[in-house]
């Protein structure tokens, strides 16, 4: 509905002045065409709905404030109706939505409940909205943009002035309802005999705070009372008819309406905008680089760490295999007989050094494609991914291990044997033989030739194993000092892969990182350069926006 066809419609229904609504109706059409041209047909569409409904004569009107402040029973008694339960605790729930009807009915849609009652003031367009108690000032604003309120009577109670809580939801209204668009109730002044004061402190108050609202004292029990008896003085006395005839300055209303839509559009055109113009700053550059500088710190300091607990882990792994192979030698030899088992021995040792190189070697590499993948973690925040080691795959080593070379193993040939049995022979035919010669026996005789043959055969036998003990003990000597070696070269080996792996990450990074802050610095440069050439435009329409603000807050 356009301004021109406007004026009978509001004659008849509010008899509105429409020159003076002229202000208004080129106020909300302003905005729309600003939200229409930026994209905010959403927001268009709302004005456009706000424009309607004023043009209609309804004024919706939401009660809110704190719990237990009293208003729920300001409702009823504004209605002189049970339409809002009220009690001792936070009984209102979901929002109740009051207005016109013929008969008295209740709707309930989507938690709020409509109530519809036969009433002369919501007969003239008034609708009021009950709302649960509210502390939070994000929360209040929520409700102001949900229910589309044209005016807002912030409920307080005579027991105390204005705490700070009140006054930041009473400055969240007036950034939508200034201008005339807030009624500060204060309730309950039956109950409270300096509710005077009470008033004075609340006047200084809204005034420090730079709020623009109308102070109305009221007592609900009064005003219900007085219905009930037709006392019109008690009525007087309870403040409702102030109340009532403030809501009945129906141009007011419209007008702080039209001005709160307008007004809270704005603000949503403008944030981008200011966005939009901010968005471009070499300080952003700068902390972008610094981070960078402060994610290079973190993960060489990474880089670092892991290498260092690798290498120490690696030679751990080598050397508890190596001690489990020399365990097994030892265990071997204590049975076995070097001398009969060396070929086999040493090949069995070779084999199994080359596993446990191999070995080894192929957990040092899981190892470091870990290391790469957690240090790699640190550019994830940058899309960077590492698809590919950056560098050369290291084969496993077929470790060269050379065959141990057999040590001086002392063999028990049989000319060694027979020569030890005479000597160990001698003793026992000599001693028995001296033994028996004193019962008149020859000094070789049947006794002394067998306790020689007994001595012979033990000194063979304990020559033999003294023999195989000092096989034994050179043979792991002999491996101890081979496994050793194989030990000081492979673990050499496997530091000086580590390091190259090491060196390898720390390059492939360090450039990254080079190009990355060459990548930050290149790209606020390119977004400066563009967002110089719509900054003019954007500081242009800000400019335009602020001014239509103003005229929204003085219309």
Known sequence: MSRHNAGPLLEQRSGINVPAARAWLDLLDLTMRWCSAHGRSDLAEALQGKRAQLLSGRVRVLVTGEPRRGKSSLVNALL????????????????????????????????????????????????????????EPGKLQHVVA?????????????????????INLLKTLARTHGGGGIILALTKIDLSSRWRAVLKANRRLVSEAGVSASLVP??????????????????????????VAQLRQREAGIRAGASAAARR???????????????????????????????????????????????????????????RILAAVDEAFDVHDPLADWNAFATWLSDNLEAAAEANFRWMILR??????????????????????????????????????QPGLEGFSAVQKLFTGMR?????????????????MPLINPLSLGAGAIFGGKTVIDEGRMLLKRRQGAAKAGA????????????????????????????HFTELTDELQEAIIQSFRRAQRGAEAIAAERSAQLRQLTALYERARST
């Open 424 to 440: 160990g022979s001698y003793g026992g035919i000599l001693m028995f033989g001296l033994a028996t010669s004193l019962a008149g």
């Open 265 to 323: 559009a704005i603000e949503q055109l403008t944030v981008p905008l200011r966005a939009e113009v901010s968005t471009v700053d070499l300080r952003d550059a700068q902390r972008a680089v610094e981070e960078l500088r402060r994610g290079t710190t973190r993960w060489q300091n990474t880089l670092s760490d892991e290498m260092a607990d690798l290498v120490s882990d690696v030679e751990y792994d080598l050397r508890d295999r190596t001690r």
């Open 218 to 243: 009221v007592s609900a029990e009064l005003r219900l009372r007085a219905a009930a008896t037709g006392d019109h003085g008690l009525n007087a006395e309870s403040g409702f008819p102030r109340l």
């Open 368 to 405: 470091c494609e870990a290391i790469a993948d957690r240090v790699a973690n640190h550019f994830r925040r940058y899309g960077y991914r590492l698809d590919a080691l950056p560098y050369p795959a290291l084969a496993t080593p077929r470790a060269e291990v050379p065959l141990i070379e």
């Open 80 to 135: 002189n109706a049970e339409v809002c339960p009220v009690g001792d605790g936070p009984v209102t729930q979901p929002r109740t939505l009051v207005r016109h009807a013929r008969e008295p009915k209740t709707t309930t849609l989507d938690n709020d409940v409509e109530v519809g009652i036969p009433r002369t003031l919501l007969a003239e367009g008034m609708e009021i909205v009950d709302t649960p108690g509210i502390y």
């Open 480 to 507: 101890q000092r081979h496994v050793d070696d194989f030990f000081l070269r492979f673990s050499k080996d496997g530091r000086d892969a580590a390091r190259y792996i090491q060196r390898a990450l720390r390059d």
């Open 146 to 166: 949900s229910t589309g309120a044209d005016l807002a009577i912030f409920v307080t109670d005579a027991a105390r002035p204005l705490v700070p809580s009140e």
